[in-house]
């Protein structure tokens, strides 16, 4: 089974973004989000992927993902995922051999920028730039899914805070 192993955390400040070494616009939406698995339609620099993940609280979960014809994904984005999209410009930047993905928010979500890094296990060491926040890997407000249906702009309305 393909597992994926992730941190994620807050970015602090902009001192990540001299770093940059290609940027991407994402858009992305949800087919079905249930309480053990999400399944997701991205698009990104003219290709497109299907992507079931599980849904579990930490780093590890398994990922299986399919590229898809262009076309169809848009037409699934725009027909199929009317309450669970969002559209994010993903930087990478890589850090003592590490390529960390900075997720910059657009839309409803604008103003989160959180920094992912793929790590081939859970104690796997890795140098936390000065740029880096808090740790929110453990946190499901911060997991793309959870984004799509109750956006960061809502936040403080609907859960008490970026902090709650």
Partial sequence: ????????????D???RSGVVRSEHFRQGYLATTATASVR???G????????????V???RAEYEYEVPLAEANEMLDAMCDEGRLEKVRHWVVVDGHEWEIDEFLGRNAGLVV??????????RFTRPAWLGRE?????RYYNASLAQLPYDS??????????
């Avoid at 089974?1 to 602090?12: D, H, N, Q, S, T």
């Avoid at 920094?115 to 796997?124: K, S």
């Avoid at 929110?136 to 499901?140: A, G, I």
């Fill in 45 to 56: 620099g003219g290709r497109a992927w299907l992507s079931v993940k599980g849904r579990v």
């Fill in 41 to 43: 339609v991205r698009v």
């Fill in 136 to 140: 929110v890997t453990d946190d499901v």
């Fill in 115 to 124: 920094a992912e890094l793929e790590i081939e296990h859970e104690d796997a």
């Fill in 1 to 12: 089974m393909p597992v994926e192993i992730e941190r994620k955390f807050l970015v602090a």
């Fill in 14 to 16: 902009d001192g990540w």
């Fill in 155 to 164: 936040w403080s309305r609907e859960t008490g805070g970026e902090d709650a």
């Fill in 58 to 60: 930490g780093p590890s």
